[in-house]
């Protein structure tokens, strides 16, 4: 029956690579999608068992075919060698940065970056393994050249950060990283491979949590990571040796949340603008934080390196902490939680002054906006 996957020829464009990459899976019937291999094991056939090396599947906290598959898609999108799925986009992360660095060693990271990525550069890398690390804001390039030292093996890069979406200019890093033997790694998240493809640019790895867009409907923990194949070897050892492969079941639901992924995209693209440029013009607002906006400081930048824009995005509120905590009170459809990515509309206030995040989801634009502007109107 199946003989397994063949190599994949690029077809057109991103939109055939999430629906189509794969049709070459032998499929029991004509079944319309690709199976799933809930095997831990791929047993080895008695006359193959001199010549074990060239197996690509043999145990599944190495690899597993569902995996594979999810893999090869993002490995494609992001025009990378070789992507890695993993338990978590924590556990992505936390891969590629220890594919990186060894102790002693000195990480360069933005400032902004995802919360737990902090904690675990500062209490592993540097509270257990000697490594040391300073944080920038990223904006600049002299942000990364004037804190360069000899021992700098890693800058961490996040663009755009999650709470204000500053940006930082990726060719810019990477030109300066890599004839100095700097690794860069860039947390891509907020665009997908859709939108930012980090390697076209020069960075080494990409890092994604899969639990936010790509998968897409706030039910699974997911993550990802894609670079070149030598580098993408020290991330499997990882991977193998801590023991956070995706699961199968998980990569499947991945594979179902690709297909969508470009129309979904398309959907909070649209909802978010509109709704970033109405909360601009409202009296209640002082600035708001989204790339797509005209008025946004690093909007050439983004243009540059982006080819589309999300959802999440923050605005400053007129008031001060206590008022803004009520105006998130008061919002019917938005839902208080840290995640984002899903169907539903999500909002957090910051725990000093009035920084208000907001994600755009797929509910219907000017319900949401008749939500925001209602509370808004009573500041
Ligand atoms: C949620 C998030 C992560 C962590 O991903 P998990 O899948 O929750 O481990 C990393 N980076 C960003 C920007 C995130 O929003």
Redesign the pocket.
């Known amino acids: 029956m199946a003989t397994g996957p063949q190599p994949f020829e690029l077809r057109d464009n991103d939109a055939n690579i999430l629906a189509h990459l794969g049709d070459d899976y032998e499929r029991y019937e004509g079944a319309v999608i690709q199976p799933i291999f809930m095997n831990s094991l791929h047993v080895t056939p008695k006359d193959q068992m001199d010549d074990q090396q060239r197996r690509r599947f043999a145990y599944g906290r190495v690899s597993n075919p569902t995996v594979d598959l999810f893999e090869r898609k993002i490995a494609a999108l992001e025009q990378g060698g070789k992507a890695l799925a993993f338990a978590?986009?924590?556990a992505a992360?936390s891969s590629a940065i220890l594919a990186c660095v060894k102790t002693g060693d000195h990480i360069i990271c933005v400032d902004s970056a995802?919360g737990?990525?902090r904690v675990f550069i500062d209490e592993f890398l540097v509270g257990k393994f000697g490594c040391e690390v300073t944080y920038v804001v990223g904006s600049d390039l002299s942000d990364f050249t004037d804190n360069a030292k000899p021992n700098t093996s890693l800058i961490y890069l996040?663009s755009p950060v999650?709470m204000t979406f500053r940006l930082q200019d990726l060719r810019a890093v990477a030109d300066f990283a890599r004839p100095r033997g700097i690794r860069t790694v860039v947390?891509n998240?907020?665009a997908t491979p859709l939108f930012q493809k980090p390697l076209t640019l020069g960075i080494d790895l990409s890092v994604h949590?899969v639990?936010?867009y790509i998968a897409g409907h706030s039910d699974l923990?997911?993550?990802v990571c894609v670079g070149c194949e030598d580098l993408m070897k020290e991330v499997h050892r990882v991977r193998e040796f801590y023991g956070c492969i995706l699961q199968p079941m998980e990569a499947w639901l991945c594979i179902r949340g690709l297909r969508s992924l470009g129309v979904r995209l398309k959907a909070h693209q649209s909802a978010a603008l509109e709704i970033a440029k109405r909360l601009e013009a409202h009296r209640a607002v002082k600035a708001v934080n989204h790339p797509g906006l005209e008025s946004f400081p690093q909007r050439e930048l983004a243009k540059r390196q982006m080819s589309g824009t999300t959802s999440p995005l923050s605005f400053e509120l007129n008031c001060g902490n206590a008022e803004a905590r009520e105006f998130v009170k008061r919002l019917g459809w938005f839902n208080v939680g840290p995640?984002w990515g899903g169907f539903e509309s999500m909002v957090v206030v910051s725990g000093e002054g009035s920084l208000v995040r907001i994600h755009v989801g797929l509910e219907d634009v000017e319900t949401l906006w008749n939500d925001l502007e209602g509370s808004l109107d009573k500041i």
């Open positions: 978590s986009g924590m992360i995802y737990p990525t996040e999650s947390d998240s907020w949590t639990s936010k923990i997911a993550g995640s």
